[in-house]
């Protein structure tokens, strides 16, 4: 079986003021997007039962060539009926081969030999059929590995116009506003420490999950029992809901940051 690793580890922790005046709803001290990566059987199994259990909202971000979507369609589609996310995570999930450590990648799926207007083919596609399982148009993305320069340059530029959001590379948020994390092996006052942080600096913490007891760079169904548990116990501290929601709030409220590009110079 071929491993999909996804998105390399990136954290990103400074101070964030809140001199600009932003605040969460209902006095949220931070939020938290919850996202599950590569269509894994362990989510399904093991992660969408303890969010529903607690009442948690989460973000999924869908390889459509993977078998398990196709196996298990309907749990998918029932998932985004509840109120989770469905993300684009692209169709094939390319990735650089020739970065350090991704000696996996195959030829066919080598970011180094993809175009730019390859990757806009692939992620619209990628949209149109998410549009088929859940009905819905407003649509985040999670990026493959993190890598995005292809054969011509970077593809990002020309596939953000069709998301609110692209985790990892969004354009309005202060330095330090986020932080994001790739657990794997973490236990669960580990992730918990990762949320506390973001609510020490009002920001944002993204906990990008890809198996859950099982699957690949997995944490224990049990670790992430326990962080779901003390999302759902402190509300009042966390606001957790899909990446969708938080970033068209941060989207509507947010002041431009100092070193933003606007929209309109691209
Ligand atoms: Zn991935």
Redesign the pocket.
């Known amino acids: 079986m071929t491993r ?4 390399v580890l990136l954290t990103v922790l400074a101070q964030m003021s809140r001199a600009d005046g932003f605040v969460w709803p209902n006095g949220a001290r931070g939020a938290v997007s919850l996202s599950y ?2 269509t894994l059987n362990s989510q399904l199994d093991n992660a969408v039962p303890v969010l529903d259990k607690h009442g948690i909202k989460a973000s999924f ?1 869908l ?1 459509l060539s993977s078998p398990v979507l196709f196996d298990r369609l309907d749990e998918w589609r029932a998932l985004a009926k509840s109120g989770h996310e469905l993300g684009n ?1 692209t169709i094939y ?1 390319p ?1 650089s081969a020739s970065r350090p450590g991704n000696d996996w990648v195959r030829p066919h799926n080598d970011m180094d030999k993809r175009t730019v207007e390859q990757m806009l083919d692939e992620v619209r596609t990628a949209n149109t059929f998410l549009k088929a399982i859940d009905g819905r148009t407003e649509r985040t993305m ?4 993190g890598d995005v320069v292809t054969s011509d340059g970077s593809y990002v530029p020309a596939v953000k116009n069709m998301f609110v959001a692209i985790k990892g590379a969004e354009e309005n948020l202060p330095a330090g506003f986020s932080i994001y994390d790739v657990p794997s092996g973490l236990s669960g006052k580990e992730l918990i420490a990762i949320v506390q942080r973001a609510a020490k600096n009002g920001g944002m913490a993204n906990i990008i999950f ?1 198996g859950i007891g099982g699957d690949h760079l997995s944490v224990s169904a049990e670790a992430h029992q326990e962080l779901v548990a003390y999302l759902s116990a402190n509300r009042q501290t966390y606001w957790t809901d899909t990446y969708l929601n938080i970033m068209k709030y941060v989207r509507d409220r947010m002041p431009r940051a100092k070193n933003q590009t606007p929209l309109s110079a691209n």
């Open positions: 999909i690793f996804c998105f990566d590569d971000y390889i995570h999930h990735c999670t990026l493959p590995c890809h």
